[in-house]
């Protein structure tokens, strides 16, 4: 599924072909997926945004320089992706005066619908959703105080709450930079300072790379000029489990967690179990020991 670095790549590239551009017509035969697109048309495109993996058109009225007063609002779901020509898996036509640009999904799960700015409460997750990674509101302290309460990192990372665009890629990629396994819960605030810094050099990275591509088949993350991401070549876990670990050269394990295929190496990134569990467990021993005397 398409995380942050390529909805924020596919933003970048489609952008010149919509800006300043009029929609005449968005064409779909799925109105229960892609929402009152009938709103977007005769509105000028005023420029392209995007929050976490939601890719946002600024739609404006045609005349005037006001502020726009309609999104709408992308999720390319796992196989959705901007083409310039339509094929047997083209779902949304979206023509414009400057042109036609064609939404293929081959799996069908993207998404589209047209809101006012903010008015989010069909979308819970983007309603709910935190901070942008490379921002200055991602800020250190904040995410540390609400690391220090989660659960399981990993989980939490990927409920978009306390950052946003994070998915199953890059949270296994963060983890392993920061050393931290993926079921740790309750982070120290010296784990919290690695996972920080790890998110936002992660995620930096694969944006100015253009994103990752996995496999070869249709539904593959691809940009609409044919061009593939890079940063898969960067992976340091992420779909390289039975192989080393480029650290320490520990077999890299796969397992699953909330339901989720996941990548570590057990030597870099060791549960530790928090400090009350710890002091729970020694107490207990120390009473089995009593009672056995």
Same mark, same amino acid.
């Given at each position: 599924m398409p995380e942050l670095p390529e909805v924020e790549t596919t933003r970048r590239k489609i952008e010149p072909l919509l %800006?300043?551009?009029t929609i005449l017509h968005v064409e779909h035969d799925a109105p229960h997926k892609y929402r009152d697109t009938h709103l977007a048309a005769g509105r000028r495109v005023t420029g392209l945004s995007r929050r976490g993996k939601y890719l946002m058109l600024n739609l404006?009225?045609?005349? =005037?320089?006001?502020?726009?007063?309609?999104?709408?609002?992308?999720?390319?779901?796992?196989? =959705? #992706?901007? %083409?310039?020509? #339509?094929?047997?898996?083209t779902r949304v036509t979206i023509r414009t005066d400057g042109g036609d640009l064609f939404f293929d999904?081959?799996?069908?799960? =993207?998404?589209?619908?047209?809101?006012?700015?903010?008015?989010?409460?069909?979308?819970?997750?983007?309603?709910?959703? =935190?901070?942008?990674?490379l921002s200055g509101e991602f800020r250190e302290e904040a995410f540390a105080a609400l690391a220090a309460q989660a659960g399981a990192v990993k989980p939490w990372l990927l409920s978009q709450r306390p950052v946003s665009g994070v998915g199953n890629i890059y949270a296994d990629e963060s983890l392993w930079h920061a050393g931290?396994?993926?079921?740790?819960?309750?982070?120290?605030r010296d784990e919290a300072a690695r996972l920080y810094a790890a998110?936002?050099?992660?995620? #930096?990275?694969?944006?100015?790379a253009g994103g990752s591509s996995l496999g070869s088949g249709v539904g593959n993350y691809?940009?609409?000029? #044919?061009?593939?991401?890079?940063?898969?070549?960067?992976?340091a876990v992420y779909g390289r489990g039975g192989q080393p670990c480029p650290r320490c050269w520990t077999t890299?394990?796969?397992?699953v967690l909330a339901q989720r295929g996941t990548h570590h190496c057990p030597q870099c990134q060791p549960l530790r179990?928090?400090?009350?569990?710890?002091?729970?467990?020694?107490?207990?021993?120390?009473?089995?020991q009593e009672g056995r005397a």
């Amino acid at each position: 599924m398409p995380e942050l670095p390529e909805v924020e790549t596919t933003r970048r590239k489609i952008e010149p072909l919509l %800006r300043d551009r009029t929609i005449l017509h968005v064409e779909h035969d799925a109105p229960h997926k892609y929402r009152d697109t009938h709103l977007a048309a005769g509105r000028r495109v005023t420029g392209l945004s995007r929050r976490g993996k939601y890719l946002m058109l600024n739609l404006a009225p045609p005349q =005037g320089d006001g502020p726009h007063d309609l999104e709408f609002i992308v999720h390319l779901g796992m196989t =959705g #992706g901007f %083409r310039l020509e #339509g094929s047997k898996h083209t779902r949304v036509t979206i023509r414009t005066d400057g042109g036609d640009l064609f939404f293929d999904d081959a799996r069908r799960f =993207g998404k589209m619908a047209v809101v006012r700015p903010g008015e989010y409460a069909g979308m819970p997750t983007l309603a709910a959703m =935190g901070p942008e990674p490379l921002s200055g509101e991602f800020r250190e302290e904040a995410f540390a105080a609400l690391a220090a309460q989660a659960g399981a990192v990993k989980p939490w990372l990927l409920s978009q709450r306390p950052v946003s665009g994070v998915g199953n890629i890059y949270a296994d990629e963060s983890l392993w930079h920061a050393g931290i396994h993926p079921a740790q819960s309750h982070l120290t605030r010296d784990e919290a300072a690695r996972l920080y810094a790890a998110v936002r050099d992660v995620m #930096g990275r694969a944006v100015e790379a253009g994103g990752s591509s996995l496999g070869s088949g249709v539904g593959n993350y691809r940009q609409h000029d #044919g061009l593939s991401g890079l940063f898969q070549h960067a992976h340091a876990v992420y779909g390289r489990g039975g192989q080393p670990c480029p650290r320490c050269w520990t077999t890299i394990e796969k397992t699953v967690l909330a339901q989720r295929g996941t990548h570590h190496c057990p030597q870099c990134q060791p549960l530790r179990r928090p400090e009350g569990q710890a002091q729970a467990g020694q107490a207990h021993k120390g009473q089995a020991q009593e009672g056995r005397a």
